[in-house]
């Protein structure tokens, strides 16, 4: 059973830097893509930003864009998530999410219903 553990949330000042991580524990599991996606109190989970594994493209939501970089070390099955002048509204609860073993990566990657795995989740928390 494929399991994705993320890490590297915690409490940062407005303008303060993070860099999140999420792992596949599976040692065959190969994602074709990985996104994150993040959660606040109150509010649908959104996605943030997609990193394909075979062309190395990138995607991100508007509120990530000049701010957060997400990259990813294919032979770890390890993606990154450097979040710099992080903003009070960033904070939320972080998660990983990846597709089926080899599967199909949705054009709809901000739609929470386009991945089957998703990691526990890491806070992320920006005070002001």
């Known amino acids: 059973q494929v399991r994705l553990v993320e890490s590297g949330g915690g409490s940062v000042q407005a303008g303060g830097s993070l860099r999140l991580s999420c792992t596949a524990s599976?040692?065959?599991?190969?994602?074709?893509?990985v996104a994150w996606f993040r959660q606040a109190p109150g509010k649908e989970r959104e996605g943030v930003a997609i990193a394909y594994r075979g062309d190395g493209n990138t995607d991100y939501a508007d509120s990530a864009k000049g701010r957060f970089t997400i990259s990813q070390d294919k032979a770890k099955n390890t993606a990154y998530l450097q979040m710099n002048n992080l903003k009070p509204e960033d904070t939320a609860m972080y998660y990983c999410?990846?597709?089926?073993?080899?599967?199909?990566?949705?054009?709809?990657?901000?739609?929470?219903?386009?991945?089957?795995?998703w990691g526990q989740g890491t806070q992320v928390t920006v005070s002001s």
């Open positions: 999410a990846a597709p089926y073993t080899y599967g199909r990566c949705s054009q709809k990657w901000w739609d929470p219903a386009s991945f089957p795995h």
């Open positions: 599976a040692y065959t599991y190969s994602w074709n893509c």
